[in-house]
């Protein structure tokens, strides 16, 4: 099912789900199935799987070190399909323009479409690790906003060398990505709103967010998103803060801002143990106030171990 029929299915009731990360050199489906089944209790509609780029890696080759471009992570089709006939649950992929050419996404739908996933999170991914800024994969594309136009003209039958007359076309519906403190490239927060309601007017049917930990910036943004014309469905995300070094790694990575109040109580811990405590708490503040506002969904990043978000999901739902 569609995610925004599952929120129009819950009139109004707050909604619990949570992002899955293919583990680095996984072994088996099993370690995903044991990091899921203890959240299963909170009845989740659907379960996002993100998307690694191929990454290089270094081999030594007699001595010289040479580099080969990989992929280190199990595949995210491969996974989702795994869980949602496991749990009959929806899942949706995190498709990416960067590490693709439109032809390998275009596979990549076709599969989707035949597994019986109806969503696809569209991104566009970020920069590789040895890239200053973004560059687009030859053959491939530039921004969500073109990979958004792929897979809706897929929904009309219009795939990329011939328009197929079948009563069997995808009709998938799209997410995307919003910023509550801006992406990064955008010089500001109005011009990455415009192009985030550029993705919504090209067909995207919800947003999920960045994750943020002062939930004034995610109501700020709702009401600048709604001023400019953007009515769709806009999920939080949050990320229970887990071990010290978040508190340097979270911005670096993802350009948002830690409140006073949090950095004080991480740095007052005396161990990891105590920060993912801290971490728990904060994330439960931070969802009851957000379920309070009657946000749609509460949407957890999982990050591999999901105690963290158990303890959560029971305090709040
Ligand atoms: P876009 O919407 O394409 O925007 C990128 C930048 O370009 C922005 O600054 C925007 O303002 C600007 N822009 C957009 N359109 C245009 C245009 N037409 N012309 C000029 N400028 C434009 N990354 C992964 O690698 N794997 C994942 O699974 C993954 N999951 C994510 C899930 C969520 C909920 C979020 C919030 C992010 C996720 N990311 C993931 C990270 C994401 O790929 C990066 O943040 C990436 O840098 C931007 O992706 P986007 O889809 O927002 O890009």
Redesign the pocket.
């Known amino acids: 099912m569609k995610v925004t029929d599952h929120i129009k299915n819950a009139k109004g009731e707050t909604l619990f789900s949570f992002?899955i990360i293919p583990p680095v050199k996984g072994k088996s489906i099993q370690e995903l199935y044991d990091n899921i089944e203890p959240l299963m209790e909170f009845n989740p509609p659907f379960i996002?799987v993100?998307?690694?780029?191929e990454e290089y890696v270094y081999i030594d080759r007699g001595g010289l070190l040479d580099k080969k471009l990989t992929r280190m992570r199990p595949g995210t089709v491969g996974i989702c399909a795994s869980i949602k006939h496991k749990y009959d649950v929806d899942t949706i992929p995190?498709v990416?323009?960067?590490g693709f050419t439109k032809e390998e996404t275009e596979y990549l739908l076709v599969d989707c479409h035949y597994l019986g996933i109806d969503n696809i999170?569209?991104?566009?991914?970020?920069?590789m690790r040895e890239e200053q800024y973004?560059e687009p994969t030859k053959g491939g594309h530039?921004?969500?906003?073109?990979l958004i136009c792929q897979i809706r003209n897929l929904n009309n039958g219009q795939y990329l060398h011939e328009v197929i007359e079948t009563d069997n076309c995808s009709d998938f519906c799209i997410?995307?990505?919003?910023?509550p403190e801006?992406?990064?490239?955008?010089p500001s927060l109005k011009?990455?709103l415009?192009?985030?309601k550029?993705?919504i007017d090209l067909g995207a049917d919800y947003v999920?967010?960045?994750m943020f930990f002062d939930n004034q910036k995610y109501f700020a943004f709702v009401e600048a998103a709604r001023e400019m014309g953007i009515n769709v469905p806009i999920i939080p995300?949050i990320k229970p803060i887990a071990v010290k070094r978040h508190m340097q790694l979270l911005p670096q990575v993802f350009r948002t801002d830690l409140p006073e109040a949090l950095i004080e109580a991480v740095e007052a811990c005396k161990d990891n143990k105590e920060v993912r405590q801290v971490g728990i708490e904060w994330a439960i503040a931070q969802s009851k106030e957000l379920k309070e506002a009657g946000v749609p969904v509460l949407?957890y990043y999982s990050m591999g171990k999901s105690d963290n978000i158990k303890k959560i999901a029971k305090a709040v739902f």
């Open positions: 992002e996002d993100t998307t690694s780029r995190h990416l323009c960067g999170m569209a991104l566009r991914g970020d920069a973004f530039a921004y969500a906003s073109d997410g995307v990505a919003g910023y801006k992406h990064m490239e955008a011009t990455d415009k192009w985030l550029h993705k999920v967010t960045q995300g949407h």
